[in-house]
């Protein structure tokens, strides 16, 4: 389980105080797949940095399975499998070499690193991609390939950060495939991202997040209840433009 408890970021720019994060809370359990969703500069990658150790809040923690990243950074980041729209892949290395290299890394054994990545090529299709030099891949098939990195230590947590970014109708259903599997095998996964058609589609639950703040948070259905719309773009729409709103009778 993934929790996160009044986060906050603050930056300078210019001589003003900016809150890139302001008192973010949620939690989010195994098989759930949680949708942080916002316009770009909403702070989602922010909060990414942060849950990933990479930036140290000004306020609040995160926990992932029930240790704090600011206790023990090492032993939380074990737990977290992290997919970005940037692949990353090492082009000398072929497939197998660079995915058992990032199981070591996780301090896998290497007998369970094996099984385990046939297991996920056979999910995510690239069993023939293995023995090809990772440089030589089309856009696609480095994603696939990065999808299965993230996965390759199984932990119990994965944050997507615009994952569909970039990619063809074929490369955004290799996504949806993958976020099902997450689901079914348990994760928590957290999705950032701005296209907000696919994350109605995928996520089970919602944070709408404007200016570094949670501005509403749970079902699908429970923000059309709290926002009055049916859709998420709508619900965006009112939050960037409160002029628009019409009034209650």
Known sequence: MLKIQSLSKRFVAESETVHAVDGLSFEVHPGEVFGLLGPNGAGKTTTL??????????????????????VDPFAAKAKLGFVSASDGVYPWLTVREMLLYFADLYGVEPTEASGRLE????????????????GSLSTGQRQRVTLVRGLIHDPPVMLLDEPTRG??????????????????????VVVCTHRLDEAERLCDQ???????????HGTLEE???????????EMFDDLMNPATIEPSA
């Open 167 to 188: 990619l063809d109708v074929v490369g955004v259903q290799t996504i949806f495939r993958y976020i099902a599997h997450l689901r079914e095998t348990g994760k928590a």
């Open 49 to 70: 940095r942060m849950v990933l150790g990479l930036v140290r809040p000004d306020d609040g923690y995160t926990e992932v399975s029930g240790i704090r990243t600011s």
């Open 119 to 134: 297991t996920l090529a056979d999910v995510m299709d690239i069993v023939s991609l293995l023995d090809r030099r990772a």
């Open 223 to 233: 923000v059309r209840r709290d926002t009055g719309r049916e859709h998420l773009v």
């Open 206 to 216: 919602f944070g709408l997040l404007h200016r570094g703040r949670l501005c509403h």
